[in-house]
Every structure is written in structure tokens, then in C-alpha cells.
Nanobody, 120 residues
Framework: QVQFVESGGGLVQPGGSPRLSCEAS????????MGWYRQAPGKQRELVAR????????NYADSVKGRFIISRDNAKNTVYLQMNSLKPEDTAVYYC?????????????WGQGTQVTVSS
């Protein structure tokens, strides 16, 4: 079972630009398409960004397109989410996971996530 450890969240003012990190405990990280998900209070978890195994292809949910950038460092088994121009509606717990389909996560067990709260 792969484990994911997310970090980088916190209390951020509207318009802020934190960068989230997620390190995976696997030596086959480089073969996975990776994704960042988020879950806001009272809402279902949703995929907001994904990146191909080599990093050459990325996709974003409409709600974050143009503001978030996903990237990865396969040598460090780490995927990143650069968040820009944050809005209060971006407040959520953010998780990463490998993907087994365009939107479905590969693993049922999630990391602890990292809380991002956008508020002045």
C-alpha cells in the first residue's frame, strides 16, 4: 500500500499563493499519473488537477484552471500544487493520490491531507 504525505497548507489570505507538496512512499512513483483532490466541508472529494507520469501533460478542473499549477519531481517521489490567486471557495482539505482512470483514485487509503483555509 502506497502512503501519501501532504504538506504546505495553512491559513492564507485571498489572493495568496501557497505551494502544496505530496510525497509518495513508493519506488514506482514515476509510472503513476498523479492527481490533487480537495474536499470542502459538506462536499464530495473532487479532482482538481492531474499530471501524467512524465509530467508532460496536465489537466485542471474548470474551477482552478489558470490559477493552479501541478508539477512533479520523480526523483523525489513528490507532486506539487502551486496555488495562485486563492479564493475563499478554495478552502478545503487537499489530498494527492495516484489515478487509475481519468478521475478515479488508485488507492482507497488516503493521506491525512493538508488543510487550506482562505480567509482575511
Amino acid at each position: 500500500q502506497v502512503q501519501f504525505v501532504e504538506s504546505g497548507g495553512g491559513l492564507v489570505q485571498p489572493g495568496g499563493s501557497p505551494r502544496l507538496s505530496c510525497e509518495a512512499s513508493t519506488n514506482v512513483f514515476s509510472i503513476y499519473t498523479m492527481g490533487w483532490y480537495r474536499q470542502a466541508p459538506g462536499k464530495q472529494r473532487e479532482l482538481v488537477a492531474r499530471i501524467s507520469s512524465g509530467g508532460g501533460s496536465t489537466n485542471y478542473a474548470d474551477s482552478v484552471k489558470g490559477r493552479f499549477i501541478i508539477s512533479r519531481d520523480n526523483a523525489k517521489n513528490t507532486v506539487y500544487l502551486q496555488m495562485n490567486s486563492l479564493k475563499p471557495e478554495d478552502t478545503a482539505v487537499y489530498y494527492c493520490n495516484a489515478l487509475r482512470s481519468p478521475v478515479a483514485p488508485m488507492y482507497d487509503v488516503w493521506g491525512q491531507g493538508t488543510q487550506v483555509t482562505v480567509s482575511s
